[in-house]
C-alpha cells in the first residue's frame, strides 16, 4: 500500500505532538500555589498560657502528605521533613508570642510557600452567681443556682494589658450563639436557667480591636436542688444562723422556735405566689403567721418530734424546697 505524502506528514506531526504534550502532572498542579491555600488549624483555638498546643496544617491545592515541610521558630528549626503537617509544643507565658514561620515545597517542585504563624498566649475567667438564689445572712459560701433561676456570669480578661473595656466578647449557652448578650464591651450576660438542665454550659470569647488579644473560657454551672435547713430563734439574740440544728437534735425549752430557711430557692415573686406546707409527726398544721417560723410548746417531756416543711413557688415549675428534722423532747 503506497501512502500519500501529506498522510505521512500528518502522522509524523501526531506523534510528536502526543511526545511532547506537558501531561496533567504534579509539576503542573503546583504552578500558582499561594500561602492562602495553605489552611492553618490551631488546637485549642485560643491557647492559654502554658497550655499544650497543637498546629495542623492542610490544603486542597496541593498534596502536603508529600510535600517538604520545614518549620522554625525564632531562626531555628524545630521540626523538618516530608509529610510533617503538625506541630505540637507548650505555650509560653501570658502575653509572649511565639512565631512559627513555615516553609511548604510541594512534591516535584522547587517553588517554596512560606507560612508564618503567631500564637499569643491570653487568659480570661468567669465568674457567675445566683442573682435570685436565696441564702441567708452571714452567709460566706457560694450562692448556688436551683431550677429556673436566674445567673449573672461575668468574663474577666486576665492577661489583657488593653483591659476588659477595650474588647468585643462573644457569648454562647450550651453551645448556642447568645448575639444579644454579645458585643463591644458586653463582658456580662444575665439569663434564666432552662428547667430541664441538670447544668448550664458557659463560653465566651474575648478579643480585643487591635487583635492582640484572644481568649476563650468554657464554664459548667451545676444546678442543684434547694433544701430547707432548720435554725433556732433566739428571744434574746434572733436567728442563730451560726448553728444549723441536726437531725434528733435535743430541745430543752418548754417553748422553741423553728426558723426554715430555704437555701437556694428562686424567691422571685411575693409572699402570695408560695405555698408553705407544714407537718408535725405526718399531721399537717395551720401555716403560721411568720410562714417560715414556727413554734412549739411540747405538751410533754420525752419522745421525739419530727417536723417538716415543703415550700413550693406556685408560679414555677420545679421550684420547690423541702425539709425534715427531728426533735429530741
Not at 512565631?99 to 510557600?113: A, F, G, H, M, Q
Not at 464554664?219 to 437531725?247: M, W
Not at 423553728?258 to 409572699?271: D, T
Request: aromatic share 10%; glycine share 8%; no cysteine.
Amino acid at each position: 500500500m503506497i501512502l500519500s505524502r501529506g498522510k505521512i506528514l500528518f502522522g509524523l506531526l501526531f506523534s510528536l505532538s502526543v511526545l511532547f504534550t506537558p501531561g496533567i502532572g504534579s509539576a503542573a498542579s503546583e504552578i500558582g500555589l499561594q500561602s492562602g491555600d495553605i489552611e492553618v488549624e490551631t488546637i485549642p483555638e485560643n491557647p492559654e498560657p502554658y497550655q499544650d498546643v497543637t498546629i495542623n496544617l492542610t490544603s486542597f491545592a496541593t498534596d502536603l502528605n508529600k510535600a517538604t515541610i520545614v518549620w522554625q521558630s525564632g531562626g531555628r528549626t524545630v521540626l523538618s521533613g516530608i509529610g510533617r503537617t503538625s506541630y505540637s509544643f507548650k505555650a509560653l507565658g501570658p502575653n509572649i508570642t511565639i512565631t512559627l514561620d513555615v516553609s511548604i515545597t510541594p512534591p516535584n517542585s522547587t517553588d517554596k510557600v512560606t507560612k508564618r504563624i503567631s500564637i499569643n498566649p491570653s487568659e480570661i475567667d468567669i465568674l457567675w452567681e445566683g442573682i435570685d438564689s436565696y441564702t441567708p445572712p452571714f452567709y460566706k459560701g457560694k450562692s448556688f443556682v436551683s431550677s429556673g433561676g436566674m445567673i449573672k456570669v461575668v468574663a474577666l480578661p486576665t492577661t489583657s494589658t488593653s483591659g476588659r473595656t477595650n474588647a468585643t466578647y462573644s457569648w454562647k449557652n450550651n453551645d448556642n450563639a447568645v448575639l444579644n448578650a454579645s458585643g463591644y464591651n458586653k463582658d456580662s450576660y444575665i439569663f434564666v436557667n432552662d428547667e430541664l438542665n441538670t447544668r448550664e454550659n458557659i463560653s465566651v470569647t474575648a478579643s480585643t480591636v487591635n487583635g492582640s488579644y484572644n481568649a476563650t473560657k468554657n464554664l459548667n454551672i451545676p444546678i442543684v436542688n434547694p433544701k430547707i435547713i432548720f435554725y433556732k430563734k433566739s428571744p434574746t439574740e434572733g436567728v442563730l444562723y451560726n448553728k444549723a440544728l441536726i437531725n434528733e437534735t435535743f430541745i430543752s425549752e418548754d417553748e422553741f422556735t423553728l426558723v426554715a430557711v430555704p437555701y437556694f430557692l428562686s424567691l422571685k415573686g411575693n409572699e402570695n405566689d408560695f405555698s408553705y406546707k407544714w407537718q408535725i409527726n405526718g399531721e399537717g398544721i395551720e401555716t403560721p403567721s411568720r410562714k417560715t417560723e414556727l413554734t412549739v410548746r411540747p405538751s410533754s417531756k420525752g419522745g421525739y418530734a419530727t417536723i417538716s416543711l415543703v415550700l413550693e413557688n406556685l408560679n414555677a415549675f420545679f421550684q420547690k424546697a423541702s425539709g425534715q428534722i427531728k426533735i429530741n423532747l
